[in-house]
């Protein structure tokens, strides 16, 4: 069960730099780091096992029923990608300590964080299907928090928007992916996906199914020609940049085509789709970083460039191809996420980032720049350093494949190409940065950071140094392990040594170098030539075809939506209509086999006033007043109803929703007007009534179709299961707080939420209260009568007593949390009518928000209780007891439960109506107040 802990103690930390930001910034980043390097610990703990070639798998039910659980796996290939996660997340929080601002809000920054490393763990450790999409969006979601922090400008709102845009339509795509990849097997196991590889390559789907994936993972990993978000992401802070854009996100991509590499991979289509995208983004991103000004745009496509080198190679599908992927995953993850913080710290020290104007710098920063150049040039591949050696296997891999046949000569060559664009622009970032004459007109006299914002990109450049001199020593065991994942059996043997001889693969790297070096040096040239393009911002492409979309968007909703409402019942009574209408037509007999029940006095004249009610609410719709009054006799009907046919929790909870909703009406009314003008002319009138007697016959004749035939039903199973799997005789109310007890948790939340969003639009609202009535008759000047004052304040208690009584006998007999919460909202709303606001104010001091976050989080603290115990959600206990004087009794949990549900109600009841009620009197709410 430690396994579950990885993910969970970075989304426990997501609350932790909130509350610690008060104690000072320097805490807030010790409170943040201390839950992830706790899971660092936890992961590192695992690593024997997993270099042992392991697999550790932990799950809990979550839906039994439906097969769905909350799973996680830890391999090689999980392993690795989890301790980049935190490893280097570690870094940027000590990073972030100073590199943000005293203007920026630390906790808020920290929290996103901690919510995209949540995101990410949950991405590389699920262990099934479904479950790694919700986190695969949660990422989407967290990253755009993440790089719209500085939301006051434009550049990093619209670069936000874009990648959550982009990523989130992938991630659609690759919802229907992953669906049919499980009706494919049978099973969102992801073990048991992993093991079907053939059964999936041989299906007719396969193509769709690897499409829609690819599409995901090409979408976030902003490969060819989905690319252009990843530049304007770089509007983020630069921690963000370090993080999210070389070691995390964009390899989260990367991260779904090595997983399914088992199950997907080795089919022709395979190879040419991820092939031909790798190496279209890798000659696209190198040879476009080289005319970037801005040190964090040359980065960017940079980056692209070097995703579409590791694209490439999971799709050549040579001996060594996936292995040599991986060694340049971790390679990559280090040297690009320390030159992103080393660019971080040139722009927080010169006050720029753009290379025209940074030179010379190595006079002012000789440390920061001694960092820099050795990790620009790992990143261009030079010996003894990490990223010569993956891309000495990526050229001796191109050498091997056959992808175009005997047109398979280009792949060598164009990524010798690729690689001598990588030298250029490597060469770019050192000489016209740190060398290249002196500064020109920076906003401020760069020098060195604090001591401590350098320690992260000492601690990764001196992993670039290390893996390139003692490569089998520092990545040996952790690049085994994760080939033995991805490659889903037996590793072919390979090297890691510096030397493997004078070889082609060694010439293709001296030539690289040679030639940008050349590249280089004739830059001018290349950019006078380059200049004569016309530079397409795929900002302003992608804003332009949002506004068109919006356009076409609006012009469709004014079709449809004209502000009739008789059109909207329309639409939708005739789609009804369509879709029941065509079945009643094939049906012979209206009547079924079911004897309906005998006629009474009682039924009858319920009907009657139902009927007669509804259609005086209709007809005296223009009076308001008149109309709320046959309203709710219709309400009152129905519940009465209830009660007659055996259904005593659905009338109490009718009768209780019936009066709190009358009273919403009437203080909603109070500010409307009390007649409406008539608003349809004759002809609109009987053409209504002729489709309202359409639909309503059409619905009639399907009702009785129904009624009098015999169904099966699940009634019978709650009734028999009630009392020995929930151990209450009532079971309405075990189904709410057992059976479907995350229905019920979900509604509360939404309730809780609704009232939330109604608070906040109402508070501050400025009403015109009217004077008098429609004939100008003032309203009396006693807005609180005695009588009624007295008699409420007699009422209170009694109606509390009940209230406890409806609660505790709720799960044996009718009542429960829900009802019992309606009853105290209404006794307490009472005393707001009775006596007003500012009398209630001082006596009943309860914040209502933070009662509706209590309710909720009672609720669902008592169903994470039962997995102390390895139940699902919500799993009831319950047992008897006996006490003297007292007798035997029962108690449960689903009481605690039914508590949070009779707090959230209560509290959200009393935040809508008790706000609505203030904006009745002289009183206004400000933002700071909730009660």
């Given amino acids: 069960m430690s396994l579950f802990w990885i993910p969970l103690l970075p989304a426990l930390g997501v609350l932790a730099p909130m509350f610690s930001e008060r104690f000072g910034r320097t805490n807030c980043a010790f409170a943040t780091a201390a839950a992830p390097a706790l899971a660092l610990l936890i992961l590192l703990f695992k690593a024997p096992a997993v270099f042992r070639g392991d697999t550790l798998i932990v799950a809990v039910d979550w839906v039994p029923a439906l097969g769905m659980a909350l799973s996680f796996r830890l391999d090689g290939l999980a392993f690795l990608f989890a301790l980049l996660i935190l490893g280097i997340g570690l870094l940027i929080i000590l990073y972030a300590r100073y590199y943000l601002s005293s203007k920026d809000s630390m906790g808020k920054f920290y929290a996103y964080l901690m919510l995209f490393m949540t995101a990410m763990l949950g991405i590389v450790l699920s262990n099934n299907l479904i479950q790694l999409w919700m986190f695969w969006e949660l990422t989407s979601i967290s990253s755009f928090l993440l790089i719209s922090f500085w939301h006051g400008k434009t550049e990093g709102r619209k670069g936000a928007r874009m990648a959550l845009t982009v990523t989130g339509a992938g991630g659609l795509a690759l919802l229907a992916g992953l669906i049919l990849l499980g009706k494919i097997v049978g099973s969102y196991d992801l073990q048991v996906v992993l093991q079907q590889g053939d059964l999936i390559r041989e299906h007719a789907l396969y193509p769709v199914v690897l499409g829609l994936v690819l599409l995901g993972a090409f979408t976030k990993s902003a490969q ?232 992260p990109v000492e601690i990764l450049v001196a992993l670039c140094l290390l893996v390139g001199l003692f490569p089998g020593f520092m990545v040996g065991g952790l690049l085994y392990s994760a080939s033995v994942a991805v490659l889903g059996g037996d590793v072919p043997n390979y090297s890691l040594s510096i030397w493997h001889g004078f070889n082609l693969a060694l010439v293709m790297s001296i030539v690289a170098m040679l030639l940008g070096v050349i590249i280089y040096h004739n830059r001018r040239k290349l950019f006078k030539f380059q200049s004569q393009f016309p530079e397409t911002d795929a900002k302003l492409v992608f804003e332009s075809l949002i506004q068109c979309l919006v356009r076409s968007s609006v012009r469709i909703q004014q079709f449809f939506e004209n502000g009739s409402l008789q059109r909207y019942l329309f639409l939708l009574f005739l789609l009804v209509a369509v879709f029941a209408g065509k079945p009643l037509l094939q049906l012979v007999d209206t009547a079924g086999d079911r004897e309906p029940l005998p006629l009474n006095w009682l039924t009858l004249t319920l009907a009657v006033i139902l009927i007669f009610s509804a259609l005086a609410t209709v007809i005296w719709h223009r009076q308001r007043y008149i109309s709320l009054l046959t309203l709710s006799v219709v309400g009152l009907v129905v519940s009465v109803s209830f009660s007659y046919f055996s259904a005593p929790d659905l009338a109490l909870t009718q009768l209780s929703v019936e009066v709190v909703t009358i009273i919403l009406l009437m203080l909603a009314l109070f500010f409307l007007p009390q007649q409406t003008p008539k608003e349809s002319s004759p002809g609109r009138v009987a053409r209504d009534l002729g489709i309202a007697a359409l639909i309503g016959g059409i619905f009639a004749t399907l009702n009785y179709a129904i009624m009098t035939r015999s169904g099966l039903s699940i009634s019978d199973f709650f009734l028999e299961n009630s009392k020995p799997g929930g151990g209450g005789t009532n079971a309405v109310n075990v189904i709410l707080v057992d059976f479907r007890g995350f229905d019920t948790f979900g509604e509360i939340l939404v309730l809780g939420i609704a009232a939330l969003g109604i608070f906040k639009l109402i508070n501050r609202m400025k009403v015109s209260m009217p004077s008098g009535d429609i004939k100008g008759r003032n309203w009396t000047k006693d807005s609180h009568p005695m009588i009624l004052r007295t008699v409420s304040q007699s009422l209170l208690p009694l109606a509390l007593l009940v209230s406890a009584y409806i609660f505790l006998r709720g799960h044996n007999m009718p009542g429960g949390g829900f009802i019992a919460g309606l009853i105290t909202a209404v006794a307490i709303i009472l005393q707001y009518i009775a006596h007003g606001v500012d009398w209630v104010k001082p006596r009943l001091k309860v914040n209502y928000q933070w009662s509706i976050a209590i309710g909720v989080l009672i609720a669902a603290l008592t169903g994470m209780g039962s997995w102390l115990f390895d139940k699902p959600f919500l799993t009831s206990w319950f047992d008897y007891f006996h006490l003297p004087w007292i007798g035997e009794f029962e108690l449960a949990s689903a009481i605690a439960f039914d508590l949070g549900v009779y707090i959230t109600v209560v509290a959200a009841t009393l935040l809508i109506l008790a706000n609505l009620g203030k904006l009745t009197t002289s009183h206004r709410p400000k933002m700071e107040e909730n009660r």
């Fill in 224 to 455: 060819f020609p989905f690319h252009f978000w990843l530049p304007h992401a770089m509007a983020a802070p630069t921690p963000v940049s370090a993080y999210l854009h070389s070691a995390t996100m964009v390899k989260a991509g990367i991260f779904l085509m090595a997983r399914f590499y088992p199950a997907l991979a080795g089919t022709e289509l395979w190879v040419i789709v991820v092939t031909l995208t790798g190496m279209a983004t890798l000659l696209l991103g190198a040879y476009t970083a080289l005319f970037k000004h801005d040190l964090k745009g040359l980065l960017a496509y940079s980056t692209i460039s070097h995703l579409g080198l590791i694209t490439l190679l999971l799709g050549m599908g040579t001996e060594l191809a996936a292995i040599a992927a991986i060694f340049h995953i971790i390679n990559h993850a280090t040297f690009k996420a320390s030159l992103f913080m080393a660019a971080g710290i040139i722009d927080h020290e010169a006050g720029t980032r753009d290379m025209r104007r940074l030179n010379g710098l190595w006079k002012y920063m000789p440390h920061t720049a001694t960092l820099a150049m050795v990790a620009a040039a790992s990143m261009a591949g030079v010996p003894l350093l990490n990223g010569f050696l993956s891309k000495e296997m990526f050229f001796a891999e191109t050498l091997l494949q056959h992808t175009l046949g005997s047109l398979s000569w280009m792949i060598p060559v164009l990524a010798t190409l690729a690689a001598v664009f990588s030298v250029a622009y490597s060469l770019r970032f050192i000489h016209d940065v740190f060398f290249n004459g002196e500064p020109v007109d920076l906003p401020k006299t760069p020098h060195e950071p604090p001591r401590y914002m350098k320690v």
